[in-house]
């Protein structure tokens, strides 16, 4: 077993969100086609940390995800809008217009650059 994160992908990912997760360390598991209770489990739903969706036709996966995992972080990156039955599941909804595939995997896995330290005095104490 692997302390990398997994995240199952659902949908065409035309931003290729699921490689820019790759990107910053996480595995990724696939669902192609309808998302049902056997595809969550055959992607690995139960032990994943992240559940990203990019359809939101397919919306009702989403509570089947969590019921399966309640731990999981819902995030769909859509244009359209998740329909009002699970807008309050997810944890994360944002468009592609809005921020690029690559932003929004640096702020789910963290790799985002930290802030700058604060400068240490000339005399190598931080101290004022």
Same mark, same amino acid.
């Given at each position: 077993?692997?302390?990398? @994160?997994?995240?199952?992908?659902?949908?065409?990912?035309?931003?290729?969100?699921?490689?820019?997760?790759?990107?910053?360390?996480?595995?990724?598991?696939?669902?192609?086609?309808?998302?049902?209770?056997?595809?969550?489990?055959?992607?690995?739903?139960?032990?994943?940390?992240?559940?990203?969706?990019?359809? !939101?036709?397919?919306?009702?996966?989403?509570?089947?995800?969590?019921?399966?995992? @309640?731990?999981?972080?819902?995030?769909?990156?859509?244009?359209?809008?998740?329909?009002?039955?699970?807008?309050?599941?997810?944890?994360?909804?944002?468009?592609?217009?809005?921020?690029?595939?690559?932003? !929004?995997?640096?702020?789910?896995?963290?790799?985002?650059?930290? @802030?700058?330290?604060?400068?240490?005095?000339?005399?190598?104490?931080?101290?004022?």
């Amino acid at each position: 077993m692997t302390d990398q @994160p997994l995240a199952v992908v659902a949908g065409p990912d035309e931003h290729a969100l699921g490689e820019e997760l790759a990107a910053c360390g996480v595995a990724i598991n696939r669902i192609e086609g309808l998302v049902t209770a056997d595809a969550l489990a055959e992607a690995g739903i139960a032990d994943a940390a992240y559940f990203v969706l990019t359809d !939101v036709e397919e919306a009702t996966g989403i509570p089947v995800a969590k019921e399966k995992n @309640p731990e999981v972080q819902i995030v769909t990156y859509a244009s359209r809008s998740l329909p009002e039955f699970v807008a309050t599941v997810a944890d994360l909804a944002v468009g592609p217009e809005l921020l690029d595939a690559a932003t !929004v995997a640096e702020e789910l896995t963290g790799d985002a650059d930290d @802030p700058a330290e604060p400068a240490d005095d000339a005399d190598g104490s931080s101290e004022p």
